[in-house]
């Protein structure tokens, strides 16, 4: 069966401080893969989604990039925190894109 | 443009009946979602339409009706562990760019 799995699950970071979140996949091949953020009181939304290994296609223009070295590795990176990055990031998975997506446990990101 | 309307928020009583209702405005219709997210955790699939009629599933029902750009969700036999949020996303064709778009969610909260 397929699994995802993502961390950290919470994260207090300073402002300005580099950021590194890490997604993996398993028991499945090629899958599309998403980050989004939830802020407090605020939808899904979505910020890069990956096809495939080093296709990356950015939603929203901001501090963070994304990474896709391995085939089910998703990176969320940034080099200096905004206080405005604060929120829920999920990693998902999905067979076809825009499909039913299998989401991970989440990261709490607090930048204080 | 693009558009997703939800109630903010809900409030039921145990083992009471609830719908939690959706509106939709896009260009390209190609399916709506249904996501439940309890506190702090990820989203998980509840349902899927993309044809019109109600789709049952246990005590969660789903009802579609493209004409109307409408959709709802229908808890029965309502319980304590219902109280979460309520997501409605939609699948978009329009320009061959297939996406997911998410409504802010409801949040139902089940009272004894």
């Known amino acids: 069966s397929q699994t995802i799995h993502q961390w950290p699950a919470t994260l207090v970071q300073p402002v300005g401080s580099p950021l590194s979140l890490e997604c993996t996949v398993e028991g499945t091949s090629n899958p599309n893969l998403y980050w989004y953020r939830q802020a407090a009181g605020r939808g899904l939304q979505l910020l890069f989604y990956s096809v495939g290994i080093g296709q990356i296609s950015s939603e929203v223009p901001q501090n963070l990039s994304a990474s896709r070295p391995q085939d089910r590795q998703f990176i969320l990176s940034s080099k200096k925190l905004l206080l405005s990055d604060s929120g829920f990031y999920l990693c998902a998975w999905s067979v076809f894109i825009a499909e039913k997506l299998f989401f991970g446990s989440g990261t709490q990101l607090s930048v204080l | 443009g693009q558009n997703i309307d939800q109630p903010t928020e809900m409030t039921a009583t145990e083992g009471a009946i609830v719908q939690i209702n959706c509106t939709y405005q896009?260009?390209?219709?190609?399916?709506l979602f249904w996501y439940q997210q309890h506190a702090g955790e990820a989203p998980t699939f509840l349902s899927y339409?993309?044809l019109d009629g109600l789709e049952e599933k246990g005590r969660f029902s789903s009802f579609l009706s493209r004409s109307k750009g409408y959709s709802y969700l229908l808890l029965k036999e309502l319980q304590m562990k219902d109280s979460a949020s309520y997501l409605c996303?939609?699948?978009?064709?329009?320009?061959?760019?297939?996406?997911?778009?998410w409504g802010l969610g409801t949040s139902l909260a089940v009272n004894p």
């Open positions: 339409n993309v």
């Open positions: 896009t260009s390209g219709f190609n399916g």
């Open positions: 996303a939609v699948r978009d064709n329009a320009g061959n760019n297939r996406k997911l778009i």
